[in-house]
C-alpha cells in the first residue's frame, strides 16, 4: 500500500529556517498537503495544491513538492510554530494518506 | 465561518457500534468532500473515510468492512459508525471538510474533535 514517510522529529533554533520532509513514491505526481497540530488543538491546514497557502497562514510558511518529496518550510521559525505536522496526499486511486508527523521543537 | 462540531458517545463497550455525527454550519453540505479522521492519543493521523454530499463514498481499505459514512443534507450533517470496536479504536475522531480542485484533495477546516473510549 502507498505511505507517506515524515521524519519523526525536526530541531531548529529561533529565526532559523526548518525544514520538514515527506517521502512517497513519485510523491511528486499528486498534490500534498501540510498541516499545523499544536499541542490539544486540531490540525490546522497551512499549505495546499503543494505550496498554496490558505489566507490567515503566515509567509513564512512555504512548500514544493517533486520528485519522491514533498518539503515543508519554516523560515524564520517563531516557538509559535513548535507541534506536530502532518503531510498529506490522496493517491491515485482516490484514498486519502497521512504521513506518521514530525514533531517540530523550537530550541 | 465554517464549524464543524462532532457530537457523540463518549464510552462505547467492545463489540458494540460506534456512532458519531458531525453538524455543519456556516455552509451547505451539499457541497465538498466531508471526510473523519482518527488520532490515538499520542500517536497520528488516520483517516478513515468520506462522503462526497451526492452520497459516494470511500473508506480506508482496512476499515471498509466496519465502517460507513452517511449525509443528510436535510440537518447539515454527516456521521459515522463503526462495528464491532475494540479497544484499537478508542481514539480522538475528528470530522473535516475536504476539497478537491485540479486533482488535489485537501482537508481545510476541522472540528474539534471527540474522544471516544472503548471499554467494558
Known amino acids: 500500500s502507498y505511505e507517506l514517510t515524515q521524519p519523526p522529529s525536526v530541531s531548529v533554533s529561533p529565526g532559523q529556517t526548518a525544514s520538514i520532509t515527506c517521502s512517497g513514491d513519485?510523491?511528486?505526481?499528486?498534490?500534498a498537503s501540510w498541516y499545523q497540530q499544536r499541542p490539544g488543538q486540531s490540525p490546522i491546514l497551512v499549505i495546499y495544491?503543494?505550496?498554496k497557502r490558505p489566507s490567515g497562514i503566515p509567509e513564512r510558511f512555504s512548500g514544493s513538492n517533486s520528485g519522491n518529496t514533498a518539503t515543508l518550510t519554516i523560515s524564520g521559525t517563531q516557538a509559535v510554530d513548535e507541534g506536530d505536522y502532518y503531510c498529506?496526499?490522496?493517491?491515485?486511486?482516490?484514498?486519502?494518506?497521512f504521513g506518521g508527523g514530525t514533531k517540530l521543537t523550537v530550541l | 465561518q465554517v464549524q464543524l462540531q462532532e457530537s457523540g458517545p463518549g464510552l462505547v463497550k467492545p463489540s458494540e457500534t460506534l456512532s458519531l455525527i458531525c453538524s455543519v454550519s456556516?455552509?451547505?453540505?451539499?457541497?465538498?468532500?466531508w471526510s473523519w479522521i482518527r488520532q490515538t492519543p499520542g500517536k497520528g493521523l488516520e483517516w478513515i473515510g468520506y462522503?462526497?454530499?451526492?452520497?459516494?463514498?470511500k473508506y480506508k481499505s482496512s476499515l471498509k468492512s466496519r465502517v460507513a459514512i452517511s449525509v443528510d443534507t436535510s440537518k447539515n450533517q454527516f456521521s459515522l459508525t463503526v462495528t464491532s470496536v475494540t479497544a484499537a479504536d478508542t481514539a480522538l475522531y475528528y470530522c473535516?471538510?475536504?476539497?478537491?480542485?485540479?486533482?488535489?484533495?485537501?482537508?481545510?477546516?476541522w472540528g474539534q474533535g471527540t474522544l471516544v473510549t472503548v471499554s467494558s
Open positions: 473535516a471538510r475536504g476539497v478537491t480542485v485540479a486533482g488535489a484533495h485537501y482537508l481545510d477546516y
Open positions: 456556516g455552509d451547505s453540505i451539499s457541497t465538498y468532500y
Open positions: 462522503i462526497y454530499y451526492s452520497g459516494s463514498t
Open positions: 513519485k510523491l511528486g505526481d499528486e498534490y
Open positions: 495544491q503543494d505550496k
Open positions: 498529506q496526499a490522496r493517491d491515485n486511486s482516490g484514498y486519502v494518506l
